[in-house]
């Protein structure tokens, strides 16, 4: 199984910044695309920035030029720098993979797995 566990978020003031991290583990082969998404009180879940394998990167139109998303693959971990953070960002904020693992028999599986997810605070 592929685990995927957040940590990074906390209260910040309005134009502060945030580092999100998000470690991967398990037996991974391969991975497509790794995401971040957010969550805010009452409303769906939705997507905030993606990575692909070959490093290209989409933002939301609301993150552009304020976020970045990377990863270093050498320490499994994606991450999310947020630099002039608004109100409107505060929200829970996850971390999605999919991508192939290799299972306990040696077959490889597809896995598309969740982080817990990391509380985001932006206090006006």
């Known amino acids: 199984q592929v685990q995927l566990v957040e940590s990074g978020g906390g209260l910040v003031q309005t134009g502060g910044s945030l580092r999100l991290s998000c470690v991967t583990s398990g037996n991974i082969f391969a991975i497509d695309i790794m995401a971040w998404y957010r969550q805010a009180p009452g409303k769906q879940r939705d997507m905030v920035a993606t990575?692909?394998?070959?490093?290209?990167?989409h933002y939301v139109h609301s993150v552009k030029g304020r976020f970045t998303i990377s990863r270093d693959a050498a320490k499994n971990t994606l991450y999310l720098q947020m630099n002039s953070l608004m109100p409107e960002d505060t929200a829970v904020y996850y971390c999605?993979?999919?991508?192939?693992?290799?299972?306990?028999?040696?077959?490889?599986?597809?896995?598309?797995?969740w982080g817990q997810g990391t509380q985001v605070t932006v206090s006006s």
């Open positions: 999605h993979g999919d991508g192939y693992y290799r299972d306990s028999s040696g077959y490889f599986r597809k896995f598309d797995s």
């Open positions: 990575i692909t394998s070959n490093d290209e990167r």
